[in-house]
């Protein structure tokens, strides 16, 4: 029930009432990502902040050097005390140019990990609620520490696990009429979604920001710095399919990436391991996944669902 973002992911192929991104558009995206990228990585290496490449972009360094040929999005990861100071710090050194959105800085924002976003840019997914600040953008996620007691590291995940399904379910029924009439037609997305919005309706009770910010509260709440093992709760392996050895992670190490060098684990290929059965093997057209555009605009060109 936590894969409901995976699943609309799926769903853009051949849904005339989302824009599907043709190879020229990935690739005119792909560089404009690399742009952004570029900043981050600058400003991070300026302060001293630590970051390492995740799923589909640690995919893409270590196999293709550069981006998964049909991939249109970045993914990176920083540990929690990075990535709390490096959402305070490019917000303000970049004011002009992004959006940083963050549960703790934006209301309306209502994912567990940040979004830094190109002004003048349009990328709008279906669960975007703020179109103003919809704009092309990479994710970034919080590194956070495990706990080294077995009992104790179970429990954590466990209760981080049940709050991000909270959310989704919470998200789902305050969207449920714009969910709704994009999966008409699709009686097994609709099964799911109605599931997550009956349970929303009940959950609803205690507002979607809240639970959003007692989950954040919840996910970092082991503060050791040299535990065993490290985690991204809302990575798309959630908790438990997202925790791996520190020193997999640690030191980060320079790994070339298109034109540029970007931070990796020290040993990816374990995270590789994680979250694909063979990270080597190229997938099969159908199982390529894209995001689910509702409107899209790179430059003076337009594209989608207005």
């Not at 709008?124 to 990479?138: C, P, S, T, Y």
């Not at 809302?234 to 020193?247: A, I, L, N, Q």
Request: glycine residues 6%; proline residues 4%.
């Amino acid at each position: 029930m936590l894969e409901t973002y995976k699943n609309f992911r799926k769903m853009t192929y051949h849904n005339d009432k989302l824009y599907e991104l043709t190879d020229q558009d990935v690739k005119d995206i792909q560089k404009a990502l690399l742009d952004i990228m570029k900043d981050i990585d600058a400003f991070c290496r300026k302060y001293h902040i630590t970051y390492f490449t995740c799923g589909g972009t640690c995919l893409g360094a270590v196999r293709h050097k550069g981006f998964i040929p049909w991939d249109d999005d970045m993914d990176i990861c920083m540990p929690r005390k990075d990535y709390e100071r490096f959402i305070r710090g490019f917000a303000k050194v970049y004011r002009k140019k992004y959006w940083v959105q963050n549960v703790k800085r934006d209301s309306v924002y209502d994912l567990n990990f940040s979004k830094v976003r190109k002004k003048g840019t349009k990328f709008e997914e279906i669960f975007d609620m703020d179109r103003e600040k919809a704009g092309l953008f990479i994710d970034i996620y919080p590194l956070e520490n495990a706990f080294d007691n077995p009992v104790l590291r179970r429990l954590h995940g466990t209760v981080i696990d049940g709050l991000l399904l909270i959310c989704s379910c919470v998200r789902v029924h305050s969207k449920w009429k714009k969910l709704k009439a994009y999966t008409e037609g699709n009686q097994e997305m609709q099964k799911s979604l109605r599931m997550k919005n009956i349970l929303g309706t009940i959950l609803g009770i205690v507002p979607l920001h809240g639970w959003l910010l007692l989950t954040e509260h919840i996910s970092a709440l082991c503060k050791n710095e040299h535990s065993r093992y490290v985690m991204i709760p809302s990575g798309r392996k959630h908790t438990f399919g997202e925790m791996c050895d520190r020193v997999h992670y640690f030191p980060p190490k320079d790994t070339p990436f298109e034109d540029m060098m970007i931070q990796t684990q020290n040993h990816p290929v374990e995270h590789l391991n994680r979250l694909y059965k063979d990270y080597r093997v190229i997938p099969p057209v159908e199982d390529r996944v894209r995001h689910s555009v509702v409107f899209y605009q790179l430059r003076s060109d337009e594209h989608g669902q207005d």
